[in-house]
């Protein structure tokens, strides 16, 4: 993984090593210690100085022996930029975008039980595969009432939540149809395990009358677990070479979940979709600032183009149209697809509007120092589709407006489930008969905001 860090950042760390590295030799500067806070600072000022998309909009640091976070947060050209990010350690940082964590292996959303009560229920989105909570049974739609034997309320849940990243027991209930309600399970307790997730939850084929639809729920970009096997792009290949064997005439993409990552493997999956589209067909371009594209002609104009895919769906969807299920934080590269179909077909979405990420990160770390643990995702760049068009920083509104949890939770997949649902009845032009309890809730958070990677569009080349 580190390679490709390495190879996406060459040209913008050479900029910094020619514009940094002036008169070192005359420097009478006493030498830092490179433990030191004023160390990692001093590097922080350096990269960003150089490569901070919004350069002139940059602010005065505080003191250079800060903490780094609060010393990088300083820098930061806010309420415009929403996403550069500092992380502790860089490594934690690099295999958090690839998918592997320390994990039970769950992912929750957050309401109060009721408006008149305080306490606070954690109800799962999904459970991840080969994890310890899908050895324990654990299924979307349970809900959690207890950690570690105490109830989750408003006043305890974030601390309480806290101890989910190491061994901890868990209180909850389960949905049984017979009864048609919620029953008390035993408590079971989970342990943490160092967890590769596969971005690829589900992929499946329904035929609804004359219709063939695919469905792939996609909750993040990664090409691999961060051994250059490229492993999850070429997964998602198969996944549409099994479409078009099939003969689909509808595609549905979830990116309900799915709050960006890599680059390429978001080209990977546009270029399965968009129709007619070659190598030759430009994807997206994207824009540095003045100091980078003055230094680095090659930066001045960057276009992407789409990758030739046998394996393309494009030209058998009805109506040239693709759907897309959104949540408020469907972001970054999920957009960025979002945005750069657009030219090619139309982008039908169901769901919520998205977060409005239009910029991207590269991930840098302090090669020179080996002290210094910390990694950064700075904004560098603003993306644009072949049209240059880029006003999406609000999001993109639904075309059906819809929530998830405005029902109860039925499993990823269920024709019933409701953005499912609402996304086939659109394709077919056929309500459901069946009638649904609709639930009045608003939602507290979700485990989900925590990842690293979510809100995430890491640029992995420069140059094709």
């Known amino acids: 993984m580190k390679t490709a860090i390495i190879s996406k950042t060459s040209l913008l760390l050479c900029l910094i090593i020619l514009l940094g590295s002036c008169d070192k030799k005359d420097d009478p500067t ?7 806070n004023e160390a990692t600072n001093n590097w922080i000022l350096a990269v960003m100085s150089e490569v901070y998309y919004w350069l002139d909009d940059i602010r005065t640091p505080i003191a250079v022996t800060s903490d780094p976070t609060q010393y990088f947060n300083s820098l930061l050209n806010k309420p415009t930029d929403r996403f550069s990010v500092i992380y502790p350690d860089y490594q934690e940082l690099i295999n958090s ?42 299924v ?68 609804i009358g004359s219709q063939k639809i695919g ?43 799915n709050g960006g990552g890599y680059v390429n493997s978001a080209v990977n999956l546009a270029s399965l979709i ?18 980078i594209s003055a230094a680095i002609p090659e930066l001045n104009d960057v276009k992407t183009n789409f990758l030739n895919k046998s394996e393309n769906v494009g030209a058998s969807l009805d109506g040239n149209t693709v759907y897309v299920l959104t949540s ?29 990420k239009n910029v991207g990160s590269v991930a840098f770390e302090d090669e020179e120092n080996p002290q210094n643990q910390y990694g950064m995702l700075p904004i560098v760049s603003q993306s644009f589709n072949s049209l240059d068009e880029s006003d999406y920083s609000n999001g993109f509104t639904p075309n059906i407006p819809a929530l998830e949890y405005e029902e109860r939770l039925r499993p990823l997949g269920d024709v019933n489930e409701v953005l499912l649902r609402k996304t086939i009845e659109q394709i077919t032009g056929t309500p459901s008969s069946t009638r649904f309890n609709k639930l009045d809730r608003v939602e507290q958070g979700s485990s989900l905001d925590l990842k690293i990677r979510n809100g995430s569009m890491v640029e992995s080349d420069f140059l094709k």
Do not use: C
């Not at 006493?30 to 030191?36: E, L, N």
């Not at 320390?102 to 929750?108: H, I, K, Q």
């Not at 959303?109 to 305080?118: K, P, Q, V």
């Not at 996609?218 to 099939?246: H, M, R, T, V, W």
């Open 30 to 36: 006493p030498r830092i210690a490179p433990d030191s």
């Open 97 to 138: 975008l690839s998918g592997v964590s320390l994990d039970a292996g769950y992912e929750f959303t957050l309401f109060r039980a009721s408006e008149s009560s305080n306490d606070v229920i954690a109800e799962i989105l999904y459970i991840k595969k080969n994890s310890p909570a899908e050895s324990a049974g654990l």
């Open 140 to 207: 979307r739609g349970d809900v959690i009432t207890a950690i570690n034997g105490t109830a989750l309320t408003v006043d305890n849940y974030q601390g309480l939540l806290r101890q989910t990243q190491e061994t901890h027991t868990i209180s909850y209930l389960s949905y049984n149809e017979e009864p048609e309600g919620y029953q008390a399970q035993e408590d079971i307790s989970l342990t943490p395990i160092e967890l590769q997730e596969n971005p690829i939850y589900l992929d499946t084929v329904y035929t």
């Open 215 to 257: 469905y792939l729920v996609y909750n993040f970009f990664a090409p691999d677990p961060g051994n250059s096997s490229n492993s999850y792009d070429l997964e998602i290949d198969q996944i549409f070479a099994s479409f078009k064997n099939q003969g689909i005439n509808d595609l549905i993409i979830d990116f309900r979940y």
């Open 274 to 291: 968009a129709p007619g589209v070659t190598s030759a067909t430009v994807f997206s371009k994207t824009k540095y600032n003045d100091l």
């Open 328 to 356: 408020r934080r469907t972001a970054s590269a999920s957009e960025l697809i979002i945005n750069g179909l657009k030219p090619y077909m139309d982008v039908f979405l169901v769901g919520e509007l998205t977060t409005g």
